[in-house]
């Protein structure tokens, strides 16, 4: 990218909403521009937006101090999308067909334009990971040019609730803000911390965030579950803060105290951890509440996974987010899982150069936003500013310079975990309208021209037509006859 290109990527957590800019280099590695955090917990619950004009007021707020700090105008942003509604549902799509058909890519998008189709109460399909197809009996990654006299097409459905969905592009219009693309986060996420191997031999995902915990699950690079659950790392805090505090110093006595995993032996039952200068609570009891609330989380995460992929783990449990930081976690999940192959992911794969601290922090928390930076290929870098004029002028509102709109993308033409917008929606409705508009006037115009013919043919065979034809046929016999 030349020096003025970079990206931009937002992600609204339910205690920060945090943007970023970054400039991909030539040889792959993202040098990180400008981080701005803003304060989002009055506003956005569980990852889910609940009060629209504080969020776009929150969003155009982290717009202007990014914009502030690369002196140039940002045009559109990449969008994370995730929150307790998603959830993931298999469904399955099949066709019988006549014997020893060959399969065409006509009859796979078929298949994955019926399922895109599927209705859900109140829930919005934001993506669709294919599992397999099933030609017969046999199950394949790509069925096209097989034989076969039944087709079946095995989805993983990702949805959302409408509601959410709609709220979450409502922001970005109310701020101004263009978007280049809406990206499922925990895709994004996996994308950027897991290795091939693990999620081609089978691994779990742990995002432990502040209010959500999401779970992914992945098996011969596919992914086969995703799940968001209503627990994270304050539920520890507000566990603390029962013992009469308030979550601040709550917070505080986690991060210095906390412990995931404490053996009874090593339980000092006469240490006490003070509280404030007049109180103090038992070591032990304050294990107690930690660990239980953890232990919860954990059962969550396991429950979540698909009793078919229980034994195929072979890649593990990786854990990232701020709640995989506290100390011992990985034997937690150890000891209640009892699966051995444990890895705190604490940063990206990708390489990432920045003299930004909560960047070289590593640990854990700006793994989603970087992974959404990432994924990131369009320019989303403006005009530049004249640093003696007002650098927040040009933000009073929203984008001064439009980016040129994306071409409208089916479902099809989409790579995973990628989500059109409301607007691309729209469009995309609105051209699936035309086109089934001009193929009901083709059928119509055909129809009429069938019929026209076969009253035509219907004419030319009736009797009164026929006896008209032979006595002209006849007279015109005895008139040459005469001659």
């Not at 334009?113 to 109140?122: L, T």
Request: charged letters at 30%; one cysteine or more.
């Amino acid at each position: 990218m030349a020096a003025k290109d970079f990206i931009v990527a937002i992600e609204l957590g339910s205690s920060k909403m945090t943007g970023i800019a970054g400039k991909k280099n030539l040889d792959g590695s993202i040098q990180v521009l400008a981080v701005v955090k803003e304060d989002s917990s009055s506003f956005i619950r569980k990852g889910v937006v609940y009060n629209i004009e504080k969020t776009a007021q929150c969003l155009t707020n982290i717009v202007k101090k990014l914009t502030a700090q690369l002196k140039t105008e940002i045009t559109q942003v990449y969008v994370g999308i995730g929150g307790q509604s998603i959830r993931s549902v298999r469904n399955i799509i099949s066709r019988d067909l006549p014997a020893d058909t060959q399969v065409t890519q006509d009859m796979v998008i078929e298949l994955m334009d019926a399922n895109r189709n599927m209705q859900y109460p109140d829930q919005e399909i934001l993506d669709v990971a294919v599992q397999e197809y099933k030609v017969d009996s046999q199950y394949q990654t790509d069925p096209v040019g097989i034989q076969c006299s039944r087709l079946e097409g095995n989805f993983l459905n990702i949805l959302q609730r409408k509601a959410f969905y709609k709220s979450l592009n409502t922001c970005f219009e109310n701020a101004e803000i263009g978007i280049a693309e809406l990206y499922l986060a925990p895709l994004a996420l996996a994308d950027s911390v897991l290795t091939e191997s693990e999620r081609r031999s089978g691994c779990v995902l742990v995002d432990i965030g502040a209010d959500t915990t999401t779970v992914s699950v992945y098996y011969k690079n596919i992914l086969r579950h995703l799940a968001v659950i209503p627990l994270g790392s304050n539920n520890i805090t507000k566990d603390i803060a029962s013992l009469q505090m308030e979550e601040q110093d709550a917070e505080k006595m986690k991060l210095k105290y906390g412990c995931a995993f404490t053996d009874n032996n090593d339980i000092d039952n006469n240490m006490k951890y003070s509280i404030d200068a007049e109180r103090q609570v038992e070591s032990r009891k304050f294990i107690e509440i930690v660990e239980g609330r953890l232990e919860e989380i954990i059962e969550n995460v396991w429950y979540q996974i698909p009793n078919d992929y229980c034994d195929k783990l072979l890649g593990g449990i990786i854990l990232t987010g701020g709640g995989s930081n506290m100390k011992d976690i990985e034997k937690a999940f150890r000891n209640h899982t009892h699966i051995e192959k444990i890895r705190i992911a604490k940063f990206v794969t990708q390489t990432i150069t920045s003299n930004i601290a909560e960047i070289n922090a590593k640990n854990g928390t700006m793994n989603t936003v970087l992974g959404l930076l990432a994924k990131g290929d369009i320019n989303c870098a403006g005009n530049a500013i004249d640093p003696n004029g007002d650098l927040f002028a040009i933000r009073q509102t929203g984008t001064v310079s439009p980016a040129e709109p994306r071409k409208v993308r089916q479902a099809t033409e989409t790579d995973p975990g990628v989500i059109r917008t409301e607007r691309e929606k729209q469009l995309a409705e609105e051209e699936a309208r035309r086109k089934k508009d001009e193929e009901d006037r083709i059928a119509r115009q055909r129809a009429e021209e069938e019929a026209r013919e076969a009253a035509r043919i219907k004419k030319e065979n009736s009797f009164w037509n026929k006896a008209f034809k032979g006595i002209k046929k006849f007279g015109s016999k005895m008139i040459e006859e005469e001659e």
